[in-house]
Every structure is written in structure tokens, then in C-alpha cells.
């Protein structure tokens, strides 16, 4: 049987190498996903200062949530800190009310990295690339990498029912969003109808 995430953590967290590889080797992907569409010019970087973060606050790991929860959290805080770096104006750091669009306009890729081949496809990214960066990551872990409520609440430091309302509300701009942007009503009717089906197959690709 394989160890769970928990019994890695403290066996590397004892000096345990090979237990801090085969750790990062089971969670790399998704962390490096979650860099890659929000610092594209750095992931390498902040994905090895995520995993270097993890070891450094092992002690602070109790449970609360998964251990994939408190990576992301980790993850979340070291994104905050690169765009805080990056960015003077304090008003850039409002992750509830500024998108990547606002942080970096024409910088960053869509939200998975890759180029969607279908006009849906096309539609919904750019329309996810204009949700508040919080609201984004929401349906980012939702979505893509099946965080349960729980979870994301502890990654972004909210409550269970605030994510619920978060995703509500994520959905009805995403909705907003890709009307204005889509080229006819009919368009974004399908774009909506496939969102659920889209979202698994986009979190498919590495």
C-alpha cells in the first residue's frame, strides 16, 4: 500500500530524502499547473519555493484539511508574495477584486497554459481570465483539481460557505462574462452548457 501524503510529510519532515520525493513527485504536477497560468516567467521558482515552504511549515500542518489544502495554501501565499514583489500599488493586491487581466495585462497565458483548439474553449478561458484572482483559483480547485469546499476554504482563508457563494457567484460572471465576449448568443449558450465537461478535460492536459 502507499503511504499516505501525511506519513511522507513527517518522514521527510525526520530527514526521510526519499520520502520528500516521492511527496513532490506525487503532487508536482498540480502545483506547477497552478503556477504556470498565473507566473508563467517563474514557475520553476515558486513551485520549488512551495515545496520548500511545505518542509518549513510541517510543524503547522494538523489536520485542518488535506495535505493537497495546505499545499495549495502555501501555493496561494507564495503567488501572493511574487505579485507583491512584482507590484508596488497596493491596489493590485486585492486578489477578491483584481484578475490576472488587471495584474498583467497581456503577460500571462490563458488559465491552463495551453491553446484551446475549440471557439468554447477559446471563450471560456478568456472569460476565467477576467474573474477576480481569488474567485479564479476558487473554480481552479474546484474545477480542475477537485478540492472539496473544505479545502479551498482553508487555502484562501475563508469560510466553507463563503467558497460556496464564491463559486455561486464565480459561475454568474463567468456567465456575464462570456456573453459580452461571445460572438452570438448561441455560442455561449454551448459554452456554458459544456463548462463542467470542459473543466475536466483542460485539467487533463500537462
Not at 26 to 51: C, G, M, W
Not at 103 to 127: C, N
Not at 172 to 191: D, F, K, N, W, Y
Amino acid at each position: 500500500m502507499e503511504p499516505t501524503d501525511e506519513a511522507l510529510l513527517a518522514a521527510w519532515s525526520s530527514g526521510d530524502h526519499d520520502a520528500a520525493e516521492a511527496l513532490m513527485r506525487r503532487h508536482f504536477a498540480s502545483i506547477y499547473r497552478f503556477f504556470r497560468n498565473k507566473l508563467p516567467d517563474e514557475v520553476e521558482e515558486a513551485t520549488q519555493r512551495t515545496f520548500l515552504g511545505c518542509i518549513e511549515s510541517a510543524s503547522r500542518f494538523r489536520g485542518e484539511s488535506s495535505f493537497r489544502g495546505f499545499l495549495f495554501a502555501i501555493a496561494r501565499n507564495q503567488l501572493m508574495l511574487a505579485l507583491r514583489k512584482r507590484h508596488r500599488s497596493a491596489r493590485v493586491f486585492d486578489p477578491e477584486s483584481l484578475s490576472l487581466n488587471e495584474v498583467d495585462a497581456g503577460s500571462v497565458p490563458s488559465p491552463t497554459g495551453v491553446l484551446a483548439q475549440r471557439q468554447d474553449e477559446q471563450l471560456l478561458l478568456a472569460a476565467l481570465r477576467r474573474l477576480p484572482l481569488d474567485f479564479q483559483i476558487t473554480v481552479e480547485l474546484f474545477y480542475w483539481e477537485e478540492l472539496p469546499i473544505a479545502d479551498i476554504a482553508v487555502v484562501l482563508d475563508i469560510a466553507a460557505g463563503t467558497v460556496k457563494s464564491r463559486l455561486g457567484r464565480a459561475r454568474q460572471m463567468l456567465r456575464e462574462h462570456i456573453e459580452a465576449l461571445a460572438a452570438s448568443p448561441g455560442v455561449a449558450a454551448s459554452t456554458l452548457t459544456g463548462f463542467d465537461e470542459w473543466a475536466k478535460r483542460i485539467s487533463d492536459v500537462e
